[in-house]
């Protein structure tokens, strides 16, 4: 068993309702925004690839891997921010952290919505795109280690997972408005306009959005660090009696690499059918821009849907039973499903049942992972042990999907690509997710 067994427990806490939505609610504000740009910037990668990285008379197919690495460079800075932010957290406290996260991110989705293109002063265009994705990619480092260690140390007795699963639930909330405005702006406007100008829009559209959580994370309630009273939701003066000896780094090193497993095919697969999914339609199969979009919807709609019962029913059986059957459905349908959007004759119900369907497995493994995660690490390293894990799964499994399926399905010629990378990487995270124990999800966080 590579879980260490825990050493004595910190007692419950005892936590307002009122605090405790507070917390759902500012944790999950800043994963929608963050999500909303990924999911933006992933549905416009042939408008962004033709404007910033395909120089007049260049490749397009070209243009559009170099957006997949910007896209993936600012992934590899998630677990720089998830150590920056997650170490302020643990240290300093949830809140603040919180408040610096959504702060940059928002600056910094927003400047790209008024940054110049290839055409107006060339190839520093590209450098600049870079410079805020890698700065986007330091907030999300810290965002998610932050909000779900808040959201899930605030949750009520037996409501852990529901409660991380919201965490999830806006990832879905955030893709599917991203995909929404997308398809919203590619139904009103021109191809002109909306490689003129209105790819801008869903961009700036993040400061109003930005100035809401800001909003909202400044009303949670004053935190201590993690050592007197983790995410302010321990009561003032509770003090460490009962809590465990801090780990050694060693095994916090290990249980990091482990999270990272058991994350690979939720990273993966969430990636490959809804957010890469719209570009692989449109260079691979011939897909209208708004087919690939509404598809994506569908997808996305699958995942939503499966999230918050998903996270729910782990917290009656387990995580390990909901995650595991999560990552089985895709290693098993990945191929068959994507064989069946492939299908040009196919029906398009047909269609749209197989991406509904591959979004809710994707979803059974969402549901459960943040308060999965969240278990594994005791207070003290909560923010950036879990954190750590995420992003280095979203930075290897997630943010270089789009970069490895666009060019091995150009190199190869081979369009099911897609599902063999969501398979494999699912199959590998059903090994890693059985090393769970089964009564996780009744102990009390550490």
């Known amino acids: 068993m590579t879980t260490p067994v825990p050493g004595p427990v910190r007692p419950p806490a005892t936590v307002r309702p009122k605090d405790a939505r507070r917390a759902l609610v500012a944790g999950s504000v800043g994963n929608f925004i963050e999500w909303y740009e990924f999911g933006i910037y992933g549905y416009f990668a042939t408008v962004i690839a033709a404007q910033f990285f395909t120089p007049a008379g260049g490749s397009e197919v070209e243009g559009l891997v170099k957006a997949y690495a910007s896209f993936a460079l600012a992934f590899f800075f998630r677990p720089v921010g998830a150590a920056v932010f997650g170490r302020f957290g643990d240290r300093v406290g949830r809140r603040p952290a919180l408040v610096l996260v959504v702060c940059l991110m928002t600056g910094a989705t927003a400047m ?28 999300a480092g810290g965002e998610f280690g932050g909000a779900v260690s808040v959201m899930t140390e605030c949750a009520p007795p037996g409501r852990r997972g529901l409660y991380g699963a919201w965490q999830s639930f806006t990832v879905a909330l955030g893709l599917l408005a991203g995909a929404c405005v997308a398809v919203a702006l590619a139904s009103v406007l021109t191809a002109s306009q909306l490689h003129g100008w209105g790819w801008r829009v869903p961009f700036l559209l993040t400061l109003p959005l930005g100035l809401v959580a800001l909003r909202l994370r400044l009303r949670l309630p004053p935190d201590e660090p993690p050592a007197v009273a983790p995410g302010g939701c321990t009561p003032g003066g509770a003090g460490t009696r009962g809590w ?57 709609l699958g995942f939503a849907a499966a999230i918050l019962p998903a996270g729910r029913l782990s917290d009656r059986i387990g995580r390990r039973t909901v995650m595991v059957a999560g990552a089985l459905l895709v290693a098993v349908l990945a191929l068959p499903l994507l064989h069946v959007v492939q299908d040009p004759g196919g029906p398009a119900y047909a269609k749209a049942a197989a991406l509904f369907a591959a979004g809710a497995g994707v979803g059974l493994m969402a549901g459960p992972g ?34 490895i399926i666009t060019e091995v399905v150009e190199r190869t010629g081979n369009p099911d690509v897609p599902g063999y990378y969501a398979a494999a990487t699912c199959a590998v995270s059903v090994a890693a997710l059985l090393t769970l124990r089964g009564d996780d999800h009744e102990r009390a966080l550490r």
């Not at 990091?256 to 692989?280: C, D, E, K």
């Not at 954190?387 to 290897?396: I, K, P, T």
């Open 370 to 403: 943040p308060a999965m995660l969240a278990e594994m690490f005791p207070a003290r390293v909560r923010c950036t042990g879990l954190g750590l894990a995420y992003a280095l799964s979203n930075a290897v499994f997630s943010g270089c999907a789009g970069l």
């Open 244 to 300: 465990p000896r801090p780990r050694r780094p060693g095994e916090t090193v290990r249980a990091v690499v482990l999270g990272v497993g058991r994350m690979m095919g939720w990273s993966a697969a969430g990636y490959t059918f809804l957010v890469v999914m719209p570009s692989y339609l449109q260079s691979t199969l011939g897909t209208t821009f708004q087919r690939a979009l509404l598809g994506t919807v569908l997808a996305n």
């Open 112 to 139: 790209i919505g008024l940054l110049p293109t290839y055409a107006s002063i060339g190839a520093a265009a590209p450098w600049l795109l870079t410079l805020l994705r890698i700065l986007q990619g330091l907030s």
